[in-house]
């Protein structure tokens, strides 16, 4: 790094610094990175200021170590859904079949491609941005309410769901931070008054499409981790495991079609 593009990194660092990014010196760097020319830089800048996500910006952001490209508009994954996706890899044979729900940018569908290569891989979303996201990752992705459009080939095949769906409270949205509330997509975060009413119609659902002794994977809350399960029990899913993130918090519940 030369002197110039090293104190150009200092000042971006202390600017992101001063207005309270708690990541900074990986945000410039990703910044830094993507800019083309210091006025793009400082377009970039601008906007992340403004509360635009960095992955939004740059149009790029990293899930279990591997790129996935970001559009705006579309949910960012969270570093704690890696837990999940690891979750899911490991009961996804090399000739299995998958579905991965509220997908996104695909980002949980792209590593199983990845890890699973002749594994068939099927994701779905109901926003037609994230459908297009997604298969700009190179998903099979269709614009659907869950379930609604996979095709019914699929039925009783799946042996893994996996799913991130919008389980945030509508009372508790106005506790997230303020920048996810003005700018990620709503419908990606509110899952009903409860949190829990797209979780509720993927349990409801999933058994016309797992085959017997498959696996439902689902991130939730970490106070809702417990109720799910509950949940599961009442449609005679075996719940077969809570999923911890790496920093030991509860992150999901798997369950086992009988």
Known sequence: ????????????????????????????????????????LATMLARRMNG????????????????????????VPRWHTESIARHAAGHLGAGGAAADLCTGS???????????????????????????????????????????????????????????????????????????VAHEPRRALVGGESGLDVVDRIIAGCCDWLRPGARLVIEVGVDQVDEVARRFEAVSLSTCGLISDDGGDLRGVCGTRP
């Not at 790094?1 to 010196?25: C, K, P």
């Open 1 to 40: 790094m030369t002197a110039n593009a090293g104190a150009e990194r200092s000042r971006l660092v202390a600017t992101l610094q001063a207005a309270g990014f708690i990541a900074a010196e990986e945000e410039a760097d990703e910044l830094l990175a993507a800019a083309s020319s210091s006025e793009h």
């Open 106 to 180: 695909g980002a949980i569908a792209a590593y199983l491609v990845a890890l699973r290569p002749t594994a068939r891989i099927i994701a779905t979303d109901i926003d037609p941005s994230a459908v297009a996201c997604a298969r700009s990752n190179g998903i099979e992705a269709y614009v659907s309410d869950l379930f609604e459009n996979i095709p019914l080939e699929w039925r009783e095949r799946l042996d893994v769901i996996v799913a991130v769906p919008p389980y945030v409270p509508e009372a508790m949205l106005k506790l997230l931070p303020r920048d996810v």
């Open 52 to 75: 635009e996500p960095t992955a939004w910006i740059t149009g790029v952001t990293r899930f279990l170590g591997s790129p996935l490209a970001i559009k705006p508009g579309v949910y």
